[in-house]
């Protein structure tokens, strides 16, 4: 069984900032791509970040200069660091990756179940 656990949502006043984590658990064979998502109230999911197992990132406009996504390969975890939050940001934040697990013949994508990040005014 392959999960994705994020955790460091809550909640940060304008300005502030936060750390996500998402942890890859279960019979992994291989992870490659990472990264983060996130669906603002009312709107539809948009990509923030994205990460390749050699370190190439990609960002979101609204996310360049302000959110670093990072990952660990050794610990199958990737990170989101959010630096500068607005109002705006508020949002759930859904962990993405491509894993190849034992139980399966290929690899697939997997998604995390979200984490909440509120910023207040």
């Known amino acids: 069984q392959v999960q994705l656990v994020e955790s460091g949502g809550g909640l940060v006043q304008a300005g502030g900032s936060l750390r996500l984590s998402c942890v890859v658990s279960g019979s992994i064979i291989r992870v490659s791509d990472m990264g983060w998502y996130r669906q603002l109230p009312g709107k539809q999911r948009e990509e923030v970040a994205t990460?390749?197992?050699?370190?190439?990132?990609a960002y979101a406009g609204s996310a360049k200069g302000r959110f670093t996504v990072s990952r660990d390969n050794a610990k199958n975890t990737v990170y989101l660091q959010m630096n500068n939050l607005e109002p705006e940001d508020t949002a759930v934040y859904y962990c993405n990756a491509y894993i190849w697990a034992r139980s399966s013949a290929g690899g697939m994508y997997y998604w995390g179940k979200g984490a909440l990040v509120t910023v207040s005014s």
């Open positions: 990460i390749h197992t050699s370190g190439t990132t």
